[in-house]
């Protein structure tokens, strides 16, 4: 039996093409995916597009905003290249902050104001669950990411691999944007981090910070994720959080900083 636009309660959110919908199940649920304009970036064209969803879609109970973000390494969380982000309300915040709306005071200082949204409590008890799976070591994730893995033979495939030096430098230290990678980079002025045992990626649960700049400065990501103790950047939450209740899903692909490389 065919499914109407009514049958659809799931949004699945990717960063590509816009208005291009796949339908499909995960479960019990209906699912509809569609993924943001390719080459277009920001917290405008995310809510375009939700905006342009739920007028066909108008069943649609919550989200999920799933791509990549930049990570923020800490003392607090030991996050490295491929780990998962996953958003989560913490004090007044529903999970995701727009951190560069607001307004600049008269001594120089910016203001945050707002806040957005928070997933409704049927995504929240979700995530509980998985967060207390991952802390009792019944994560399912690598069983999951071997069902789906094909070989990686081709050259396209080989662009989505782990890299295989997972640098991060001195947040002091810049990068020569004469080079194009880091190859002659620095190495005294790397961060020296423990060997990871498992080659199972980690998942952090916190807040997320969203924005229409792309963060390539590690002073300014470190002074903006202390204030307000986020664990990624990222440029399309904060467009669709007051328009359809939605966890955010970031796999991390850099580090916020001068070194990051597409």
């Known amino acids: 039996m065919p499914f109407s636009h009514d049958d659809y309660t799931v949004a699945w959110f990717t960063p590509r093409c816009h ?104 995504l929240l008890k979700a995530v509980a ?35 295989t030096n997972d640098w991060l430098f001195r947040s002091e230290y810049s990068h020569d944007e004469s080079k194009f990678n880091c190859c002659t980079c620095d190495q005294n002025q790397l961060v020296i981090r423990l060997e990871r045992t498992a080659e199972e990626p980690y998942t952090h649960y916190g807040l997320i910070a969203s924005g229409d700049q792309v963060m390539k400065d590690a002073r300014t990501r470190d002074s903006i994720a202390q204030g307000f103790n986020v664990l990624c950047f ?8 007051d328009e359809l209740p939605s966890i955010v899903i970031r796999g991390i692909c850099d580090y916020c900083d001068s070194h990051k490389n597409e």
């Open 19 to 122: 208005n291009v919908y796949t339908l499909g199940n995960i479960g019990s649920h209906n699912v509809v995916m569609v993924c943001l304009p390719s080459g277009v970036y920001g917290t405008i064209s995310a809510a375009t597009v939700v905006s342009h969803l739920k007028s066909t879609f108008l069943s649609l109970r919550f989200g999920l905003m799933v791509g990549i973000g930049g990570g923020v390494p800490s003392g607090s969380a030991d996050i490295r290249l491929g780990d998962i982000v996953v958003s989560k309300p913490a004090g007044t915040s529903g999970g995701v902050i727009q951190y560069d709306y607001g307004k600049t005071l008269r001594d120089g200082r910016f203001q945050h104001t707002g806040m957005l949204n928070k997933p409704p409590l049927v």
């Open 129 to 163: 669950h998985l967060e207390s799976d991952h802390m009792a070591g019944k994560s399912q994730l690598i069983r999951i990411l071997a069902n789906i893995q094909v070989p990686t033979t081709t050259a396209l495939d080989q662009q989505f691999l782990r890299p």
């Open 234 to 241: 990222e440029m399309e939450a904060a467009g669709l959080m």
